[in-house]
């Protein structure tokens, strides 16, 4: 069964690029959030998925943006990158039908530093 | 809004020393009460999670969690660490209906042999 996937791991790009991270939901799931943390803090959430729609949205600027695809997978795009957008981008999948008693479960993570 | 917070930004204890960390969070409504774990170099994992029933949730690896409504709080306990549970440790919550999870800060753990 696999868990929520990342890619890339790792990577590297300059202020004012664009940026697509992507996430393959854990098997069954159909709900993806993402989230940011930065050094030292906890996560913060930026935005929510389901039915290929945002569904909820935390205090990111509209540079932040995202799709869901009908595999569920999704992807985050930041543009006009800036140097505090370095961090730790989570995703995050979960059942919407245990909305009431539902856990997410987190992938690796990827490593955008803005240089 | 929802908020979290984390008492303990760092602690270092011994192995075999008991542990118990902190969290408290403020939101008047129903809530689920989560504690992850990240381990260097991994991803969040689930430690154990409080949705409703019994305030005192058991949880992987020896760990458990007592919510008290009236506190706020929701702290983790583990009456004997071991080396092996060096790691970051972060309280979360949700309101029911899982729209987001709010986290706290994080506590670093570092235990020593």
């Known amino acids: 069964d696999a868990g929520v996937t990342q890619s890339p791991t790792h990577l590297i790009k300059t202020r004012g690029q664009q940026v697509t991270l992507r996430c393959s939901p854990k098997?069954?799931?159909?709900?993806v959030s993402w989230y940011q943390q930065a050094l030292g803090q906890g996560p913060q959430f930026i935005f929510q998925?389901?039915?290929?729609?945002?569904?909820q949205r935390g205090n990111f600027p509209d540079r932040f943006s995202g799709h869901q695809f009908p595999n569920y997978s999704s992807e985050l795009n930041v543009n006009a990158l800036l140097l505090g957008d370095s961090a730790l981008y989570l995703c995050?999948?979960?059942?919407?039908?245990?909305?009431?008693?539902?856990?997410?479960?987190f992938g690796q993570g990827t490593r955008l530093t803005v240089v | 809004a929802q908020s979290v917070s984390q008492h303990n930004h760092h602690v270092i204890l011994s192995e075999a020393a008991s542990l118990e960390l902190g969290c408290n969070y403020s939101?008047?409504?129903?809530?689920?009460l989560f504690w992850y774990v990240q381990y260097p170099g991994q991803h969040l994992q689930l430690l154990l999670k409080?949705?409703?029933?019994?305030?005192l949730v058991k949880g992987i690896k020896g760990f458990e969690a007592e919510f008290i409504k009236s506190k706020f709080s929701f702290n983790l306990r583990k009456p004997s660490v071991q080396w092996s549970d060096t790691a970051e440790y972060f309280c979360?919550?949700?309101?029911?209906?899982?729209?987001?999870?709010?986290f706290g800060t994080g506590t670093r753990l570092l235990v020593s042999p």
């Open positions: 409080y949705f409703s029933g019994d305030p």
């Open positions: 995050a999948s979960s059942l919407r039908l245990q909305a009431l008693n539902t856990e997410a479960f």
């Open positions: 098997s069954g799931h159909d709900t």
């Open positions: 939101y008047g409504g129903t809530v689920n």
């Open positions: 998925y389901y039915e290929e729609e945002e569904r």
């Open positions: 979360a919550v949700t309101t029911r209906g899982f729209q987001k999870l709010v």
